[in-house]
């Protein structure tokens, strides 16, 4: 069974950069879409961004969109969150999660479509 470990997490000051990491092992990396999601205290988890297996096809959230860039290695089973300009809304616990897709072109947003999840890495952006 695979297992997916996120890193990269931290403190910051409001405008700095952090880079999010999440390892896949165990299992074959190809034919996965990964998302990233997130959730801030006292909020529900949300969708903030997606790759599909391929590479080729990238969803982000609103609140993300044009800060945020998520990347693939297939080689080293590792998918990247860059996040650029971070705010105090950005606060909250990372988590990466994989998603079996047969199409190499789609992404889902839908948290309850993925099937394993990382454990999280805190996000914590100050004003």
């Known amino acids: 069974q695979a297992q997916l470990e996120e890193s990269g997490g931290g403190r910051v000051q409001a405008g700095a950069s952090l880079l999010l990491s999440c390892v896949v092992s165990g299992e074959t990396f190809g034919n996965y879409a990964i998302g990233w999601f997130r959730q801030g205290p006292g909020k529900e988890r949300e969708f903030v961004a997606g790759i599909s297996w391929s590479g080729t096809i990238f969803d982000y959230s609103d609140s993300v969109n044009g800060r945020f860039a998520i990347s693939r290695d297939n080689a080293k089973m590792t998918v990247y969150l860059q996040m650029n300009s971070l705010k105090p809304e950005d606060t909250g616990v990372y988590s990466c999660?994989?998603?079996?897709?047969?199409?190499?072109?789609?992404?889902?947003?839908?948290?309850?479509?993925?099937?394993?999840w990382g454990q999280g890495t805190q996000v914590t952006v100050s004003s």
């Open positions: 999660a994989r998603v079996w897709q047969r199409s190499p072109w789609i992404v889902s947003r839908r948290s309850d479509d993925y099937e394993s």
